[in-house]
Structures are given as structure tokens and as C-alpha cells.
């Protein structure tokens, strides 16, 4: 008796590691010359998947050497991390108009597979948007798939709210797994609409639509958190930098803030909307439960800190995990 209560003990317990090993913790940091240095800086026993932002094809179709990448994918594998090119980002690239087209795209696919083998990436994350999303998307993904399965890499994609539309099905079944954008429902490019950029809401919404919506399965749904933040109205000269707030700015300049999702600046020098550490412990909880993980843009926004949160995710979703709560 006492020894079948061990084995259940036992089984429970590999369970338990078993969904935390599931559980997709992917962080992006940007492709720059102190990428390296940059990877010190983070905690690599609390990501699963690093994507490397952004790496793009020039005009004519071909990729630049990624000065670091080979290192990075080198200290990132020693802890069980996969690394992959994002290509793409928040911006219009005009050039993808012309490449994804029949006449470019299988060169274009030949190029990208080249970059993933020579610094022996683990997949391609596509995050394409706005108008860089067109009907030549779909045979460009489909292209993509079948030497990344045959390679054993990833196929991922960042995707947002407002082109969720333009993904066709036939595409979107191409993906291993999706980061959904579930911030930047407001900005600075909307100073008519001031207010919280990343509600849970929003974040709900997301996981409804691609779920419920679109038939992916929750374990493909990662929920994008924000490391960052956006002010409204007429902040002072020295807070002009705070139409953009790192979370390491909170936590160094308002630390009374941490566990607000707001600051409201004094003699109506405007406010400054963010996620802080309870918005995203819930989110984070609410990953776990309705989705596969989340994804952080970006992790050099952290604070590096006890306040870190990426510490406060992962203690997050293992607690989660082995309470069942």
C-alpha cells in the first residue's frame, strides 16, 4: 500500500514537470552587433524559445551575415533553448510585396532556409503585418513548411488583432504554434484614445477567436505579454522618452507603481499606461489555462532585477502547474 501511494506520489509529480516543460516561454530580443552581451543580461533557465528580431532579407532577396548569431544560438542550446529568425516587425517592408510573389518566392524560401542551416537555427518565426500581409502570404508559409518538417525546425507567427483577417486557414494551419499580439490595442498613434494598451480583455479575446474562431488548439496560443508600456497627453520635457515605458523604468523610477497598470504624472503632465506585476501574473495564469504559453516583447525590457518579470512568469506558471489552480 505504502509503496502504490510512492508510484501515484511519483507519477503525479512527472506530470506536473511534464505540463511545466510544456508551457512555451518565448522571448524576443533584437538582432544587433551586442546581441551577446545582451543574452548575459537574461535569465536562459526561464525562457523555452528565443526569437531573434528581426532578421530580414535586403531588397533583393538575400540575407546579410547576423554578426553573434552563432554564439547566441551556441549558449542558447546549451540550455535547451530554440532560437529562430523572426523576420518582419512592426513596420512595412515594401520589399516583401515583390518577394513573396511567384517569381521570387522560391529563391526567397532557398535564402531563408540557407540562413536556418548556417547558424543552425531551430525554425523561422514570421511575423508579417499590415499590408506585408497579402495573398502571396499563404503560398510563402506553405513553401516555408515543407524543408523546415523536413529539418525537424519550427514554423511559428506573431499575430495581431487587426489583420487577423488576412491570415487564411490553409496558413495558419502551417504554424507549430502562434504568438498572439495581445497589446498595442492603443498608442501614441491614437492620442484620441488614451488608455491601457494590453487589458486581460484583450488578451482574452485573442485566445476566443484563435481558438474558438479559427480551431487552433490551446497548446499552439501563446499570449503576448508587454514589457513595456505608452504614454498619453502632454508629458514634460524630461518624460518625452515615456511615450515608451520599459518595465525597468517603472521599477526604477516608480517603484511605488509595480503592482499598477498606471502613473499619472502630477500638474497634468499626462499618464502612463503599462502592465504591472499583478496584470501579468494573471495573464500568465490565464495562459495557462486557456493556451500553450505566453510570448514577452522584449526581454531586454525587463528589470533584471528581484522585481523581474520574467521571474515572476515562471514562478507563475509552476505554480499554476503543480497546484492545478
Known amino acids: 500500500m505504502k509503496s502504490a501511494k510512492i508510484l501515484i506520489t511519483l507519477c503525479l509529480v512527472l506530470v506536473a514537470e511534464l505540463s511545466i516543460a510544456q508551457f512555451k516561454v518565448v522571448g524576443y530580443i533584437w538582432s544587433r552587433k551586442n546581441m551577446v552581451q ?3 543580461k537574461i535569465d536562459l533557465d526561464k525562457i523555452t524559445h528565443l526569437n531573434i528580431a528581426f532578421i530580414n532579407p535586403t531588397p533583393e532577396g538575400d540575407f546579410k551575415d547576423v554578426p553573434g548569431l552563432d554564439t547566441v544560438v551556441q549558449i542558447a542550446h546549451q540550455k ?12 512595412s517592408h515594401a520589399y516583401y510585396a515583390k518577394l513573396l510573389t511567384e517569381k521570387y518566392r522560391k529563391d526567397l524560401v532557398k535564402n531563408f532556409i540557407k540562413v536556418v542551416d548556417k547558424y543552425d537555427l531551430d525554425g523561422v518565426d514570421i511575423d508579417l503585418e499590415g499590408d506585408d500581409i497579402d ?12 524543408p523546415l518538417t523536413k529539418r525537424k525546425k519550427l514554423l511559428t507567427s506573431a499575430v495581431a488583432w487587426w489583420t487577423r483577417g488576412r491570415i487564411t486557414d490553409v496558413a495558419l494551419a502551417q504554424f507549430d504554434f502562434i504568438n498572439i499580439m495581445a497589446y498595442d490595442k492603443t498608442g501614441p498613434w491614437k492620442p484620441e484614445v488614451p488608455g ?11 485566445l476566443n ?9 490551446k497548446e499552439a496560443l501563446n499570449v503576448g505579454l508587454p514589457f513595456y508600456g505608452y504614454g498619453f497627453g502632454e508629458l514634460p520635457s524630461k518624460d518625452r522618452a515615456f511615450r515608451q515605458i520599459s518595465w525597468n523604468d517603472v521599477v526604477t523610477k516608480y517603484a511605488d507603481r509595480m503592482d499598477y497598470d498606471e502613473i499619472v504624472l502630477p500638474d497634468n503632465g499626462g499618464t502612463l499606461y503599462y502592465n504591472g506585476k499583478k496584470t ?10 486557456q493556451g500553450g ?13 528581484e522585481h523581474s518579470l520574467l521571474n515572476l512568469i515562471n514562478n ?3 505554480n499554476q502547474t503543480t497546484t492545478g489552480k
Open 38 to 40: 545582451d543574452l548575459k
Open 80 to 91: 535547451n533553448i530554440k532560437v529562430l529568425m523572426s523576420c518582419g516587425g512592426g513596420s
Open 135 to 146: 495573398v502571396n502570404y499563404e503560398p510563402f508559409v506553405v513553401g516555408l513548411r515543407k
Open 196 to 206: 491601457q494598451h494590453a487589458p486581460t480583455s484583450y488578451a482574452e479575446d485573442h
Open 209 to 217: 477567436y484563435w481558438h474558438k474562431e479559427r480551431g487552433l488548439k
Open 280 to 289: 501579468i501574473k494573471e495573464k500568465t495564469e490565464l495562459a495557462a489555462k
Open 293 to 305: 504559453g505566453v510570448m514577452i516583447w522584449q526581454l531586454l525590457y525587463d528589470s533584471f532585477n
Open 316 to 318: 507563475t506558471y509552476k
